[in-house]
């Protein structure tokens, strides 16, 4: 059999799917879809072999990551369930008892990831406490819980986020939570980050040199803050986090920006970039499920990983 074409089962392939077209929900919420492939994987994949199981549970380790490059935490994930069930399918020989393992693996990683975020919150709820007002831009679960912790001490302003305006969907979450909220369009982020304390933002990706990745206009929001002597906060779990300084940019349709409603502009070419890279000298800290770290402590910490995860990288990639 060609294992490039070997199929995963529809529900697995679904998710993968449905990771690949999301544009909407963060990396935080699509990693929690990709541990849930695993058990998809489980409950509907027929297979007479131990070997033949594990060969899958790699593969789909590999379609997750590959799916959306711009997003570690999906490949952390993957790669940590994936390796847990390579080394305990040493042990077993019966697919069907593999399978159920591979189940309590992906539950057992997805409790760590579970734990990981809500750590965050709590060092998050801590800091914020702090501030009356804070900015920031587009939809994160994270940053939402963070201050829906917080609650009704703190103003949020938000930036709309187009094209597809996640922001909107943001400042509706926040508002229905009772948080005084303000929305904002793209460009008056300095007219709200005058009025602001601090700013905050998820990521969906953190580079070994500090460095990190998010949608884009989070760098406008970045230089801006150092510019008015605001504090800017990035919160992620470490899940996030990998050792290397390259990122896969992405880039979506042009009909988002100019939808067909919209008369055509004749001799001119739309880019539609979703995430840009904000380096490690704007950050004032990362909150993170380890604690408020400098950058350069996120540096420390992705090098003390790094034996780690060339091993993850050798068993999924080979």
Not at 209 to 232: D, E, H, M
Request: with cysteine; hydrophobic share 45%; net charge neutral.
């Amino acid at each position: 059999m060609n294992r490039g074409k070997r199929s995963l089962g529809q529900g697995a392939e679904g998710i993968i799917e449905e990771i690949k077209k999301d544009v909407e929900r963060g990396s935080a919420e699509l990693a929690v879809r990709a541990i849930d492939a695993f058990i998809a994987l489980a409950d509907a994949l027929r297979v007479d072999s131990a070997e033949e199981l594990k060969r899958s549970v790699i593969m789909l380790a590999r379609q997750i990551a590959d799916s959306r490059p711009s997003m570690f935490s999906l490949r952390n994930v993957a790669f940590e369930v994936a390796v847990k069930f390579v080394e305990a399918s040493r042990y077993v020989d019966n697919p069907q008892i593999l399978k159920e393992l591979l189940k309590q693996i992906a539950t057992t990683v997805f409790e760590e990831y579970r734990v990981a975020l809500e750590r965050l919150r709590r060092f998050g709820r801590d800091l914020l406490s702090g501030f009356s007002s804070v900015a920031t831009l587009s939809y994160s679960s994270t940053v939402l819980a963070v201050l829906k912790e917080v609650g009704k001490k703190v103003k949020v302003y938000v930036a709309e986020s187009r094209p597809l305006f996640e922001g909107r969907k943001m400042a509706a979450a926040l508002a229905e939570s009772g948080i005084e909220t303000v929305l904002t369009t793209d460009a008056a982020i300095g007219y709200m980050l005058k009025e602001a304390d601090a700013a905050l933002v998820g990521a969906d990706s953190i580079l070994m040199n500090g460095s990190f990745a998010n949608k884009v206009g989070t760098l406008q929001l970045a230089c801006t803050s150092k510019f008015l002597g605001k504090p800017f906060y990035v919160i992620s779990t470490t899940w996030k986090a990998l050792p290397t300084l390259e990122y896969s940019e992405e880039e979506h349709a042009a009909e988002e920006v100019l939808p067909a409603e919209v008369p055509p502009i004749q001799k001119i070419k739309v880019r539609n970039p979703y995430f840009e890279v904000v380096p490690a000298e704007l950050v004032t800290a990362y909150i993170t499920e380890e604690g408020v770290l400098k950058p350069s402590q996120i540096v420390e910490l992705i090098e003390a990983r790094l034996k780690k995860y060339r091993e993850l990288e050798k068993i999924v990639y080979g």
